[in-house]
């Protein structure tokens, strides 16, 4: 029992972490994405050469998906048309390459980076109950993103984004129980037949004398 609480108590920091690093507002982080990984560029950074040029490129990029959604094509696209499509093809490519780059840069800086040094000090065995708990919130989190972005890009504000992205990104308590119960009679650190005394809350019911 005491390594079902202790495996709890991780899996809720885990949750806490995610949410905490991927909803944070804006107006304090900026943030580069990638298909895989994002790069969070904080104090100082913001006002590096690197992080400078950063929020430059996304802001082209900004605007050069503003405009592609903004305009409609017409029949006939002209030689200029051509150019300025090309030139907007690059400028994405060119882009993506940088954010790669920075991804790869600050790889060692990702949650899943963070907790696998984390995990380097815990006993080898407990290793697989964390990964799944870790890849559990690793899922929902990439799916609140999904949401998020799909908000925006049918014209949704931020705000509403953002509600999207915790809607689907936040995890009852009730939840983070069942999933490490489920994951306990998975690796064998509980009985099933046990765990199915205590309720939802993780607790043993009330007997009345």
Do not use: C
């Amino acid at each position: 029992m005491r390594d079902n609480n202790k495996h709890f108590w991780v899996f809720t920091f885990v949750a806490f972490v995610f949410v905490l690093v991927t909803g944070t507002n804006t107006n304090n982080l900026a943030f580069a994405q990638s298909t895989s990984e994002f790069t969070v560029l904080t104090g100082e950074q913001l006002n590096s050469p690197l992080g400078l040029t950063m929020l430059e490129k996304i802001e082209q990029s900004k605007k050069i998906l503003a405009d592609l959604m903004a305009g409609k094509q017409s029949a006939v696209i002209t030689e200029q048309q051509k150019f300025v499509e090309e030139q907007r093809k690059i400028a994405k490519e060119r882009l993506q390459v940088d954010l790669e780059q920075m991804n790869h840069k600050y790889r060692d800086y990702t949650p899943r980076a963070a907790f696998s040094k984390f995990l380097a000090g815990v006993n080898s065995t407990h290793h697989g109950i964390y990964w799944d708990q870790f890849n559990y919130m690793d899922n929902k989190v990439q799916l609140a993103r999904k949401a998020m972005n799909e908000v925006l890009e049918n014209g949704g504000t931020y705000q509403e984004a953002r509600q999207a992205f915790f809607k689907i990104a936040s995890t009852t308590r009730v939840e983070l129980i069942q999933v490490n119960q489920d994951l306990n009679i998975k690796y064998g650190f509980a009985d099933p037949e046990i765990q199915k005394a205590f309720d939802k809350y993780g607790k043993l019911p009330r007997t009345e004398k």
